[in-house]
């Protein structure tokens, strides 16, 4: 059991090691269709990775909010 | 030598002996049918055209070319994969209703005119809700009955469209229709296969009530024979693209809360379908190559998803997220066949979903379209987080209540084997590169800027998720779609035809009897006996009095027409 947690915190470890490099290393990438102006802005996909998670649980828990109903709702 | 016949007829021709046939033998003979119908397709060269002249007019039931080929190949490959995975089948009913089914698809696909295609067109529908009601559960039925509906009105609507383009053209080709309701008309007959928001319902209301081995027949074909049509006739409208956008975004919120894995994997029907909308609505090079690539590789995954998912429901009966969980140790395979299939979907480098959906991507930005660059990869995001979701709460999450073993070894050699085709098809993209209908193709998926992009997007998106895990739990419920509405609308049509208009019926039948009654009373014999008995002997006219009127008749018919002459 102590190892499983060992191992889960381990990965835990590695997976914010591969989310901190992803963004450093978007800071290094050269670009190569800047067609629209947010493509200049540096590890612009982490942000929109962040920002567009939330923005869909929002837009969950919104949609939810009024049109969750019982699973027997239409029995 | 031998000529290629119709990929149809090879399946509707072999759907003929699976009712004689038992154990070893129909096992054989199922996956031998898709074998030969890739060979066919394999012999059959670009420009082949077959056809037959019907009341003035050309009928094609076999064109084709590298867009027709490329989708025939892909219902040809999953076929024989979904077959492997159903032989423990002994049901013969979804074996043969999966082979019309896929007969009429092909059908669809190789036509070369509008009379040929609606016909297949029209197959596929009666032929696919057999799928559903071999579940033989109420809510299978149900849903079969709302899913024929919907077919039958969009069915409607194709035919009065083809109609309108035939007066207006004089010719059935298979040809981008003419602007106007004929256009119109088509393109909602075309749009509700494809699961256009609002046409959508019947997809996620129907194919999770399908049987274990239906659902993944239903994932392939009909949308993607919708996706086909548009590309046909089409591509390049710029609605089109911004309806694949709305399409991604839509099924993504869906289902991100869905209960039903099955459900769940359903909505992202919708959103994957709306890549390949978005590519041929772009309508350049890169976007047909990219929405018909999607087409391709999604067909792939999805069947996948189905089979896991199909796999868990058969081996424990369960297919609630907030019932399931710990499967990854009972289940091993169908637990990484269904992280393939995920990362496939999701868009992860080194698997299929990554190439074609980057190609999508790619056309909208090509073609200065940065609304649809933006619904896209938020698209994108959603599905991650949704099947990080699944897989998290299906396989990982700790459920010590749970009883399962792993499905039967021809559900899981058809698993890995498809897993197999999603990861060779990521890695080699020039396989598929090839046969696409835009040749050569200038993309190049394994860029690091776009590779380092995607990993970005991803482990951000992931880290929420793991940050708010409790904010994207299950839960028990379901949530309204437009599919209320219709129930409503339908309703209130129910309501109305019983109340009103039945009363109004009984009014108008009311006072027509009370009008005959009047009538009939007027025409009655005013010598007829008012009481006692009657005696005819005494009350009946006289037979001379009628041959008189008769001959007195005569006579004048024949002085008018003397005089007239």
């Not at chain 2, 031998?2 to 509707?12: Q, T």
Request: glycine share 10%; hydrophobic share 50%; aromatic share 14%.
């Amino acid at each position: 059991m102590n190892e499983l947690a060992s191992m889960e915190r381990l990965l835990k470890k590695l997976f914010y090691l591969l989310v901190v490099l992803s963004i450093l290393l978007g800071f290094f990438v050269k670009k190569e269709h800047s067609l629209f102006g947010w493509h200049e802005i540096p590890a612009v996909e982490a942000i929109f990775g962040g920002i567009g998670a939330l923005l869909l649980l929002m837009a969950g828990k919104f949609l939810a909010s009024f049109a969750s109903k019982k699973e027997d709702f239409y029995d | 030598m031998i000529k290629p016949i119709l990929p149809a007829l090879i399946f509707i021709l072999g759907a003929i002996p699976i009712p004689f046939l038992k154990g070893k033998l129909k096992q054989f003979y199922l996956l031998l049918v898709p074998v030969l119908a890739l060979i066919d397709l394999y012999s059959l060269g670009v420009g082949t055209q077959w056809g037959i002249p019907f009341l003035g007019y050309e009928l094609i039931f076999l064109k084709v070319d590298r867009l027709s080929l490329i989708i025939g190949y892909i219902f040809v490959l999953i076929g024989f994969l979904a077959l492997l995975y159903s032989l423990h089948v002994k049901e013969d009913l979804q074996h043969i209703a999966a082979f019309l089914y896929m007969a009429s698809s092909l059908g669809v696909v190789f036509s070369g005119d509008y009379f040929s295609l609606f016909v297949f067109w029209e197959i596929m529908a009666v032929t696919s809700v057999f799928l559903v009601w071999s579940q033989r559960e109420k809510a299978s039925l149900d849903a079969g009955f709302r899913y024929l509906l919907m077919h039958i009105l969009g069915g409607c609507c194709l035919l009065t469209g083809i109609i309108i383009q035939v007066i207006e053209t004089g010719t059935v080709a298979l040809t981008p229709p003419m602007n106007g309701w004929a256009s119109l008309l088509i393109l909602i007959g075309f749009g509700l296969n494809t699961a256009f928001i609002p046409l959508h319902t019947w997809l996620p209301d129907a194919y999770p009530e399908g049987t274990v081995v239906g659902s993944v027949f239903l994932s392939v074909f009909t949308t993607k024979t919708g996706v086909y049509t548009l590309a046909r006739c089409f591509s390049g409208n710029e609605i089109l693209a911004y309806m694949g956008g709305i399409m991604a975004i839509y099924g993504v919120i869906f289902a991100l809360l869905q209960n039903d894995i099955r459900r769940l994997i359903s909505y992202h029907i919708v959103s994957q379908v709306g890549y390949m909308v978005a590519g041929v609505g772009v309508g350049t090079e890169l976007g047909v190559n990219g929405g018909i690539a999607h087409v391709f590789n999604h067909i792939l995954y999805k069947a996948l998803l189905f089979m896991c998912t199909g796999s868990i429901l058969y081996m424990s009966g369960k297919r609630k997220l907030t019932e399931l969980g710990g499967l990854a140790r009972m289940m091993p395979v169908t637990c990484i066949t269904c992280v393939i299939a995920s990362l496939s979907i999701s868009g992860v480098p080194g698997f299929n979903g990554f190439v074609s959906k980057g190609m999508v991507i790619g056309s909208a930005t090509e073609s200065q379209k940065p609304f649809l660059e933006l619904m896209l990869t938020l698209a994108s995001v959603g599905t991650f987080l949704s099947f990080t979701k699944l897989c998290y709460f299906t396989f990982f999450k700790r459920n010590d209540e749970i009883k399962a073993k792993e499905s039967p070894l021809n559900m899981q050699v058809a698993m890995i084997l498809t897993a197999s085709l999603c990861i060779l098809f990521g890695v080699f993209p020039q396989i598929l590169f090839h046969v696409l209908p835009y040749t050569p193709v200038g993309y190049h998926p394994y860029t690091f800027f776009h590779v380092i992009g995607v990993a970005q997007l991803f482990l951000v998106a992931g880290f929420v998720f793991f940050k708010a895990r409790s904010a994207f739990s299950p839960h028990p419920w379901i949530i309204l779609d437009f599919d209320y509405l219709y129930r409503k609308a339908f309703q209130a049509i129910a309501w109305f035809c019983r109340k009103p208009l039945n009363d109004f019926r009984l009014s108008i039948q009311a006072l027509f009897s009370k009008a005959v009654g009047y009538i009939a009373s007027l025409s009655r014999n005013p010598f007829s006996p008012k009481g006692g008995d009657y005696n005819e002997n005494i009350y009946r006219n006289p037979m001379g009095l009628g041959v008189l009127l008769a001959i007195l008749f005569l006579f004048l018919y024949g002085l008018i027409y003397l005089v007239r002459l």
